[in-house]
């Protein structure tokens, strides 16, 4: 019964935000993070963090714009998505596990027009 949902995908004009969300049901996850993976490339991995230590990581392609954070009562993970870019077009997955991950969300598409 463990699943992992995603929301917050949508259209949006280049520059701007969108604030992605996935819950994870069924069990807690020490490592939760977030892919994407354009049409016609391969999965890329985005941002993730771990339950304790309060460390995250981040692709080069997204510092300084994205941000990940979590909300471990809630066994929610956020990307908070800032200056889109086009290229930022690609379908997102939340991803989580006991250690690496594990479990995946079915995605969510984000679409950035110019």
């Known amino acids: 019964q463990v699943q992992l949902v995603e929301s917050g995908g949508g259209l949006v004009q280049a520059g701007g935000s969108l604030r992605l969300s996935c819950t994870a049901s069924?069990?807690?996850?020490?490592?939760m993070g977030w892919f994407r993976q354009a049409q016609g490339k391969s999965r890329e991995f985005v941002a993730g963090m771990r339950r304790s230590g309060g460390s995250t990581y981040y692709a080069d392609s997204v510092k300084g714009r994205f941000t990940i954070s979590r909300d471990n009562a809630k066994n929610t993970v956020y990307l908070q998505m800032n200056s889109l870019k086009p290229e930022d077009t690609a379908v997102y997955y939340c991803?989580?596990?006991?250690?690496?991950?594990?479990?995946w969300g079915q995605g969510t598409q984000v679409t950035v027009s110019s």
């Open positions: 991803a989580g596990g006991p250690n690496d991950y594990n479990y």
């Open positions: 069924g069990r807690a996850f020490s490592t």
